[in-house]
């Protein structure tokens, strides 16, 4: 059962403009929630996090925005560049827990 | 460098073979994970281990799944009897601790293809 959800498998968005990258998760447990972003051949690399406690937080670039009602996140990345073209997994986890949940990714085209 | 470390980076393998994939992690990370990503998914976790003890193994899917890491160190995952299943990239992670809440630090992957 896939605890944390992206619906979207793929997005294209023009250089400079606003990409939204949504994610879903089931679990009310999780109170930690982090964005990865992989290029091929390599690992996913961290971006940015968010605990359950803020609703926002934001890193140059990239904001990520919880909804805990929603038990929804978004990762926007403003404005955006050609180099951002990767998957981005979201994942989360629990106090209680050891692991990370991944999604099962969104692969973003920024189109110069 | 001094990032997570994997090797080899490619390995085929033809069904009901043994195979062992190594992972180097960041030095004085004592937190190591293991992941399989399939294609078309996110990392699914394997195991966990804090130190040289396997504090979580409950991703792993069958016994024929092993891991170790005897000196705190280096982990090897280790695959008995390999099924066409089994064909996936093999991630590993550090972090400093073992909290959930530590970034964890990936490594490129193994690439394993199981014929």
């Known amino acids: 059962d896939q605890q944390v959800k992206q619906n979207s498998p793929s997005l294209s968005v023009q250089e400079g403009r606003i990409s939204i990258l949504n994610c879903d998760y089931t679990n009310s447990m999780f109170d930690y929630f982090l964005w990865y972003k992989k290029y091929p051949a390599e690992g996913p690399t961290f971006l940015i996090s968010?605990?359950?406690?803020?609703d926002k937080n934001e890193d140059g670039r990239f904001t990520v925005f919880l909804n805990k009602s929603a038990k929804h996140l978004s990762l926007h990345i403003v404005p955006s560049q050609p180099g951002d073209s990767a998957v981005y997994f979201c994942?989360?986890?629990?106090?209680?827990?050891?692991?990370?949940?991944f999604g099962t990714g969104t692969s973003l085209t920024v189109i110069p | 460098g001094a990032g997570v470390s994997q090797t080899p980076s490619n390995k085929v393998t033809e069904k009901g073979k043994y195979v062992e994939l190594r992972c180097d992690p960041i030095?004085?990370?004592?937190?190591l994970y293991w992941y399989r990503q399939s294609l078309g998914q996110g990392p699914e976790f394997l195991i966990y281990f804090q130190g040289t003890g396997a504090a979580d193994d409950s991703g792993l899917p069958n016994d024929r799944f092993f891991a170790v890491r005897p000196e705190g160190s280096v982990s090897t995952l280790k695959i008995q009897r390999t099924e066409r299943g089994d064909s996936a990239v093999y991630l590993c992670?550090?972090?400093?601790?073992?909290?959930?809440?530590?970034?964890?630090?990936f490594g490129p992957g193994t690439r394993l293809t199981v014929l």
């Open positions: 992670a550090s972090s400093r601790q073992g909290s959930a809440y530590n970034e964890q630090f």
């Open positions: 030095s004085g990370h004592t937190a």
């Open positions: 968010i605990s359950s406690i803020k």
């Open positions: 994942a989360a986890s629990a106090r209680t827990g050891n692991q990370f949940y």
